[in-house]
């Protein structure tokens, strides 16, 4: 199994997480600007990250590769009720990326740039979490679904610390079981694993 993208976190990283989760030995293909440009007309898409496995199938968006780690892996709950709801809440949060990425990347100018940021901190990102927050607290406050981890939390958790290194490192703090859910994923002794030993990168010298 290959998983191609940059050498970066970004968009690769929630299936980094999935896999990491899940024991899978994997091909982590990083490409430097150049590399991708030579490759880009052969992706599906023309984005990255792409997933290559070994039967031949070819995959070229970010959330359509995790929601396939996680159930070919059986991260994405233990039936179809549990799956639904990982695809609800991971989707629900793509809407929260979105902005984010709206602000971060697509703003140019300063004043706007800022003003949205002030935004998404104020109330984008207390109104989710606090829906997020009730959601594990009525699950018994670990998982988001069942009684074990899924993709969603994995998913979830993996993107609440970019938000947290790019908007405000207490962005969570007002919400404990989304707190306890990310520390949990945190704790996963193969995620630690990961964490350990993955590459470093400064997010904020990529966006300023």
Same mark, same amino acid.
């Given at each position: 199994?290959?998983?191609?993208?940059?050498d970066l976190?970004?968009?690769?990283?929630?299936?980094?997480?999935?896999?990491?989760?899940?024991?899978?030995?994997?091909?982590?293909?990083?490409?430097?600007?150049?590399?991708?440009?030579?490759?880009?007309?052969?992706t599906p898409?023309?984005?990255?990250?792409?997933?290559?496995?070994?039967?031949?199938?070819?995959?070229?968006?970010?959330?359509?590769?995790?929601?396939?780690?996680?159930?070919?892996?059986?991260?994405?709950?233990?039936?179809?009720?549990?799956?639904?709801?990982?695809?609800?809440?991971?989707?629900?949060? /793509?809407?929260? *990326?979105?902005? $984010?990425?709206?602000?971060?990347?697509? &703003?140019?100018?300063? +004043?706007?740039?800022?003003?949205?940021?002030?935004?998404?901190?104020?109330?984008?990102?207390?109104?989710?979490?606090?829906?997020?927050?009730k959601i594990?607290?009525?699950?018994?406050?670990?998982?988001?679904?069942?009684?074990?981890?899924?993709?969603?939390?994995?998913?979830?958790?993996?993107?609440?610390?970019?938000?947290?290194?790019?908007?405000?490192?207490?962005?969570?703090?007002?919400?404990?079981?989304?707190?306890?859910?990310?520390?949990?994923?945190?704790? /996963?002794?193969? *995620?630690?694993? $990961?964490?350990?030993?993955?590459?470093? &990168?400064?997010?904020? +010298?990529?966006?300023?």
């Amino acid at each position: 199994m290959k998983l191609t993208y940059f050498d970066l976190r970004g968009r690769a990283e929630p299936a980094r997480f999935i896999l990491a989760a899940a024991g899978v030995e994997y091909q982590d293909i990083r490409l430097s600007r150049e590399q991708w440009e030579n490759l880009k007309p052969s992706t599906p898409w023309g984005t990255i990250p792409v997933l290559e496995t070994d039967n031949g199938l070819t995959i070229g968006q970010s959330v359509s590769i995790s929601r396939y780690l996680a159930r070919k892996y059986n991260l994405a709950g233990s039936n179809e009720d549990e799956s639904a709801k990982c695809d609800e809440y991971v989707d629900a949060f /793509n809407d929260i *990326i979105q902005e $984010w990425t709206g602000f971060i990347w697509g &703003e140019k100018d300063a +004043a706007k740039k800022e003003e949205k940021k002030q935004h998404f901190k104020s109330t984008s990102c207390p109104n989710f979490f606090s829906k997020l927050n009730k959601i594990l607290k009525d699950n018994g406050g670990s998982f988001l679904v069942g009684t074990k981890q899924s993709w969603a939390d994995l998913f979830i958790a993996c993107v609440i610390e970019v938000l947290q290194i790019t908007v405000d490192p207490n962005l969570i703090d007002e919400h404990p079981d989304v707190m306890k859910m990310k520390e949990t994923v945190w704790e /996963n002794p193969p *995620i630690k694993a $990961w964490l350990e030993k993955r590459p470093p &990168e400064d997010i904020m +010298a990529l966006i300023n």
